[in-house]
């Protein structure tokens, strides 16, 4: 060892940097690694044909109509993404108080569904079942005298998923919080004969400030009175969220998801520790536009904050991650490949 530097024996001893000096070793002791099996696409559909309308709070991410999508998701099927995760956008007319709109059997969704399965029937589709995108008010149930009624809710989304589910849905993912629901599908599903459709649940999901373009891209930004603080999790609480997740287990859910993302890799680590189901991250409106927007004014390295975003869900003990930057990240895995 050199005497006259100040680091000691011992340090001389540990030297970290000796796994870091060349590529070939970096590689060598890479712990995580980040494949296109990773990703889920989330989507945005639109009635109509021939439609590609971008999204303005989400730069590169369009609404498209059912034609233009099933497009859309032939090509994340040739990338190789696994899934994909469908939102719809509704005339303003069809939304009404108690989203009646997702009860009927051939709606947008729907519609999409059957779309997809014809065309593409090797990518899986995951759906979501919350009455956002079909009530008047924007909330995730049924609105009465100011509160978001629990059980008269979950009946109506167990009616939901169960369309979902005829129309050609692989997995059916609740976002609306409410308690029970995850048993309820399960009962709903099985008792119509789809026991093979699963249920991703929408575990811990938290009540957040970066689903904000979301709520623009489906336009329910406008109509939303109030928050949802009465169903979603406080950002605040951790241990509330475990438990929130164990009763998911219990009930039956096959996946848990947590969302938003880079700011609640704790709870993915929890979760994944505690019950050992596969654990999906949804990293949210909110995070992919913070991204874009950085990166559209120079200000951050765009594609690589996207990958390195990406590999953190991986090594915080994230399966998969539902991303707007499936698609982009899925070409850049292909051409490193
Ligand atoms: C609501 C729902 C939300 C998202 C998907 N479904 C949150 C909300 O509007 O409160 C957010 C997705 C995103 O921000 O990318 N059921």
Not at 66 to 87: H, Q, S
Not at 232 to 241: D, H, K, Q
Not at 321 to 326: E, G, N, Q, T, V
């Amino acid at each position: 060892m050199d005497k006259t530097h100040l680091v000691d024996e011992i340090t001389g001893h540990r030297r970290m940097r000796r796994n870091r000096k060349a590529d070939w070793t970096r590689r060598l002791v890479q712990e995580n690694r980040l494949t296109v099996d990773d990703l889920i696409w989330p989507i945005f559909i639109v009635p109509g044909t021939g439609i590609v309308d971008p999204i303005a709070a989400m730069p590169g991410v369009n609404r498209m109509s059912v034609d233009k999508a099933v497009e859309a998701v032939k090509e994340a099927a040739d990338l190789g993404i696994p899934a994909i995760a469908t939102f719809p956008d509704i005339e303003m007319a069809l939304r009404d108080e108690t989203g009646s709109n997702s009860l009927i059997a051939n709606n947008l969704i729907n519609q999409a569904t059957a779309a997809f399965k014809k065309a593409v029937p090797n990518i899986g589709i995951i759906t979501d079942v919350a009455l956002d995108p079909f009530t008047s008010h924007g909330h995730d149930g049924i609105l009465r005298d100011g509160i978001i009624v629990n059980d008269e809710t979950v009946d109506q989304i167990v009616r939901a998923a169960v369309m979902q589910a005829d129309a050609g849905a692989d997995i059916i993912a609740p976002s609306e919080m409410m308690d029970g629901r995850i048993g309820a599908i399960r009962r709903g599903l099985d008792a119509a004969g789809h026991q093979d459709v699963g249920i991703m649940s929408y575990a811990t999901k938290f009540s957040s400030g970066f689903y904000g373009p979301y709520r623009e891209a489906i336009n329910t930004s406008g109509l939303l009175k109030g928050d949802k603080n009465s169903y979603y999790i406080s950002p605040a609480n951790g241990t509330e969220a475990v438990r929130d997740a164990a009763l998911d287990v219990e009930e039956g859910a096959d996946m848990l998801m947590v969302k938003p993302g880079i700011a609640y890799l704790d709870i993915c680590w929890r979760i994944k520790e505690a019950f050992g189901l596969p654990v999906f991250a949804y990293q949210v409106s909110g995070e992919y536009t913070q991204i874009k927007a950085a990166a559209m004014n120079g200000w951050i390295d765009g594609e690589r904050v996207m990958m390195e975003t990406l590999l953190c869900f991986k090594r915080a003990g994230c399966d998969g991650i539902l991303s707007y930057f499936a698609m982009d990240a899925a070409k850049k895995l292909a051409k490193n490949g």
